[in-house]
């Protein structure tokens, strides 16, 4: 037992609480326009184009807000670092989906993206 006279040594240890869970938890559901501005693109079909690669589906709340699930946000997040540094939608890792969606393993999904939607800027001719 340690009193106002005990050293700091005989205090118990106590796990340190789980940081990243506890920010988990306390991340908003992020409505369509910041996740645009979150992961830098121009439309909210690009947005729905990436929840459907990733298996996520997005929660409308009313005629005039849909809301990407905080719990899919660090899986939004890694989708847009993947697209980032070049990859593709249709080249994404099967890694990105396996928490959305509970399988697992090395392979690759084949996703084909809507065609009236693009993340990156047309090149000119």
């Known amino acids: ?8 040594d005989d205090t ?16 908003p559901d ?10 830098g693109v121009s439309s909210r079909n690009s947005i729905k184009a990436r929840a459907a690669a990733l298996g996520v ?15 899919h946000v660090a899986l939004g997040d890694e989708l847009a670092e993947h697209l980032q540094q070049g990859g593709r939608l249709a080249s994404l890792p099967r890694s990105l ?8 393993g090395p392979e690759q999904l ?7 939607v693009t993340d990156t800027p047309a090149s000119p001719d």
Do not use: F, H, K, Y
Not at 1 to 8: F, I, N, Q, W
Not at 21 to 26: I, N, Y
Not at 97 to 104: E, I, L, M
């Open 12 to 27: 118990p240890n106590i796990p340190a609480l789980n940081t990243s869970l506890l920010a988990l938890a306390a991340l």
């Open 1 to 8: 037992m340690s009193g106002p006279g005990s050293s700091p």
């Open 97 to 104: 989906t396996a928490s959305a969606d509970g399988s697992d």
């Open 30 to 39: 992020l409505t369509l326009a910041e996740c645009r501005e979150r992961w």
């Open 110 to 116: 084949s996703v084909t993206p809507p065609t009236d």
């Open 57 to 71: 589906e997005p929660r409308r709340e009313s005629s005039t807000r849909t809301v990407w699930p905080a719990e």
